[in-house]
């Protein structure tokens, strides 16, 4: 059942994020006036390929993993949102239906704005429009970045920075060792393996190798980053 407000850890997760955080006072505020709370459980769908765009959202707790099935029947995983990060206004903006699926992985919160409440933000506040398209430029550069990856780099190399990427994103440092953080989104190998375009034998593969390598350790809670320099030096050594 949706909870009419955000927590503590929610509300912080919102108010930090790199893209939100840098809007005005009175924009914040009308946006999070107008906002509702939305609760998944693991794997519940959130919103479906060709669903119209009826909200406006952002992750504020756990991840959304945006999917689609290619016409084999397998699942792609495209992405996780992450807490802070705002997702569906293509489909505001350009009116079409959804492109992808978006499912919860773990418990997880969203923050939503409805289609006619955005539409009323952004006629009152011509700072948003400006907002947007630097929002929407940053995603094209980081999609340019990782087609370039992908037809450049070995998969070593782009497992060497995805897990970089997920250090930043979901790094739980350790109590025991400053050197290690522990990466908090329980990813499965196969689910790793999607956001590489490669197959989970040479995921797991090149994950034993930076193992042996001292690099990181795999344990069944999941992957801790032991040596973040190794994993810069794979990245750039392979580039």
């Not at 927590?7 to 906002?35: K, M, V």
């Not at 992405?79 to 903006?93: C, L, N, R």
């Not at 992985?105 to 429009?129: M, N, P, Q």
Request: with cysteine; glycine share 6%; charged share 25%.
């Amino acid at each position: 059942m949706d909870e009419p407000i955000l927590t503590i850890e929610e509300r912080e997760a919102i108010n930090s994020g790199r893209w939100f955080s840098t809007l005005s006072p009175s924009l914040r505020h009308d946006i999070l006036r107008c906002a509702y709370v939305r609760r998944f459980k693991d794997g519940s769908l959130i919103a479906a390929r060709g669903d119209p765009p009826e909200e406006w959202g952002a992750c504020a707790k756990g991840a959304v993993r945006v999917s689609s099935t290619s016409l084999s029947g397998k699942q792609i995983t495209l992405t996780y949102v992450e807490p802070g990060i705002w997702f569906g206004d293509v489909s505001i903006f350009d009116g079409d239906r959804r492109t992808h699926d978006a499912y919860a992985h773990g418990d997880t919160t969203t923050l939503c704005v409805a289609r006619a409440d955005f539409k009323k933000i952004l006629t009152a506040h011509t700072e948003l429009s400006d907002a947007m398209l630097r929002l929407n430029a940053r995603r094209i550069r980081q999609l340019y970045g990782l087609v370039e990856d992908l037809n450049t780099l070995p998969l070593r190399a782009r497992l060497a920075k995805q897990l970089l990427h997920l250090v930043r994103s979901y790094g739980i440092s350790s109590l025991s060792n400053a050197d290690e953080v522990r990466i908090g989104l329980q990813l499965a190998q196969e689910e790793l393996a999607q956001l590489l375009g490669a197959s989970r034998q040479r995921v797991n593969q090149e994950l034993k190798a930076m193992e042996r390598e001292d690099a990181i350790r795999i344990e069944p809670a999941g992957l801790v980053v032991r040596d973040r320099a190794a994993l810069l030096r794979i990245a750039a050594i392979d580039n």
